[in-house]
């Protein structure tokens, strides 16, 4: 699944829909996690620990979405 800079809790929606999947087996994400900060970090609002810490947090709550759809 792909998540084409979609908002965080659209994927959510998605990896619930996609458990009766047969094919879909994971997810890929990018924009979705780093845009945001990172266009915050380039304009100077917020420090490289907080960009860090930001995209580990979303890219954390996306794996504990998907692993609690496949639950």
């Known amino acids: 699944m792909l998540g084409l800079n979609a908002p965080v809790e659209e994927l ?4 619930a829909q996609a458990r009766n ?3 879909c087996k994971g997810f890929a994400v990018g924009r979705t996690i780093f845009r945001e900060p ?3 970090w380039m304009a100077g609002e917020i420090d490289d620990a907080t960009l860090v810490s930001q995209v580990q947090s979303t890219f954390s709550g996306l794996i504990e979405s998907w692993r609690e759809s496949r639950a």
């Open 12 to 15: 959510s929606a998605g990896f």
């Open 21 to 23: 999947s047969r094919v």
């Open 38 to 40: 990172s266009r915050a």
